[in-house]
């Protein structure tokens, strides 16, 4: 583009875009994130040897696998799910924003598991039995006085997972969602690669005031639902 005033204003408009694209799939991966590891991580703490193995197995393949495995698994290896049972018509194809939310959210479970085990084993395993003493059922108890505790306690942790999930979402470039990085190079691509730090600086502030905002939420959160007495105030 000749016009600099255009092209600032088509960069800032397609930049806006994708920064409310990099937000969706940030949010809704910690969301599904969230709703899987609850059952994960109470599995893990209470359930019987096998399902605990099962869940084991499942948390130590998402954890160690790379990102960009597991989201071409899910965007490029279901397609091919047929092929593996000799039925190559039958396909899984995923549009790529849901493989990309199932990619993060599955990952990013495994770890939230883990943050929400953690707290859970912290209470008291005392609180449990008086609950159960008291007449309560063992979800009730579980539910209404271990996870509601652990919960809290494990806002810390969840702060530090939407900070990883949120660095994690460029990569779903390479199924072409047009979140930020996308953007990004397509108006590298568009000046043909006479602007580059001119894109990628104001890309990499957006980024940054997307983790500071983040973070001060999550902050106000934990501060909202923080008992006096019951916890350490943060130094």
């Known amino acids: ?15 806006g875009k994708g920064a409310l694209v990099t937000v ?3 949010v809704a991966s910690l969301i599904l994130g969230f709703v899987l590891a609850v059952p994960l991580a109470i599995g893990r703490t209470y359930g019987n040897r096998p ?8 948390e130590g393949f998402f954890r160690g696998t790379p990102h960009v495995v597991t989201l071409f698994i899910f965007y490029f290896g279901l397609r091919q799910v047929g092929n593996l049972f000799g039925a190559p018509e039958f396909q899984i194809a995923l549009p790529p924003f849901p493989a990309a939310i199932l990619a993060l ?12 085990r953690s707290t859970i084993q912290s209470i008291s395993r005392d609180q449990y039995n008086a609950a159960r003493s008291l007449g309560m059922g063992k979800w009730q108890a579980i539910f ?3 996870f509601v505790q652990a919960l809290r306690l494990s806002i810390p942790g969840l702060t530090n997972e939407a900070t ?4 994690d979402s460029p990569i779903t470039y390479l199924v072409a969602i047009p979140e930020m990085l ?4 397509g108006i590298i691509d568009s000046a043909m690669g006479r602007v580059f730090f001119e894109v990628l600086i104001p890309v990499s502030i957006i980024y940054y005031l997307l983790f500071y905002f983040s973070n001060r939420l ?17 130094r």
Request: neutral net charge; glycine residues 6%; proline residues 2%.
């Open 1 to 15: 583009m000749d016009n600099i005033g255009e092209f600032v204003y088509y960069a800032a408009i397609a930049i």
């Open 218 to 234: 999550f902050l106000a959160l934990d501060k909202k639902l923080r008992i006096p007495g019951f916890e350490t105030d943060q």
């Open 144 to 146: 209404g006085i271990v």
């Open 24 to 26: 969706s799939v940030t």
């Open 105 to 116: 959210g599955i990952t990013s479970s495994a770890y939230q598991s883990l943050i929400f």
């Open 164 to 167: 990883i999930v949120l660095k």
């Open 51 to 58: 399902v605990q193995f099962l869940i084991q197995l499942y």
């Open 182 to 185: 996308t953007q990004a190079r």
